[in-house]
Nanobody
Framework: QVQLVESGGGSVQVGGSLRLSCAASGRAGSYYDMGWFRQAPGKEREFVGAITWSGQSTVYADSVKGRFTISRDNAKNSLYLQMNSLKPEDTAVYYC???????????????WGKGTLVTVST
């Protein structure tokens, strides 16, 4: 079992920045690929980005490419999401995810955090 706890959400104005964190604990957390998903009100959960366990490879959704950056610190069992140039359409609950391989389909993910809310206002 892997436990994931997100933090860092909040309210920000358009064009602002936020940094989300995800603390992993439990079984061999550093050997999991990890990622971020988000779910806006009334919409399905969608892939944001992911990073391999080594940190050497990342992949992003087109909607956040160039604005969001995923990183991890395996010594701290932590995953991060730096979000810049935020837009109102980035408003959502952001979820940390972990699995033995990168998934872009939410239904395939094994471990989830409970989410942290990001609100981008004009």
């Amino acid at each position: 079992q892997v436990q994931l706890v997100e933090s860092g959400g909040g309210s920000v104005q358009v064009g602002g920045s936020l940094r989300l964190s995800c603390a992993a604990s439990g079984r061999a957390g550093s050997y999991y690929d990890m990622g971020w998903f988000r779910q806006a009100p009334g919409k399905e959960r969608e892939f944001v980005g992911a990073i391999t366990w080594s940190g050497q490879s990342t992949v992003y959704a087109d909607s956040v490419k160039g604005r969001f950056t995923i990183s991890r610190d395996n010594a701290k069992n932590s995953l991060y999401l730096q979000m810049n140039s935020l837009k109102p359409e980035d408003t959502a609950v952001y979820y940390c995810a972990a699995d033995t391989t990168v998934h872009i389909t939410p239904g395939a993910v094994t471990y989830w955090g409970k989410g942290t809310l990001v609100t981008v206002s004009t």
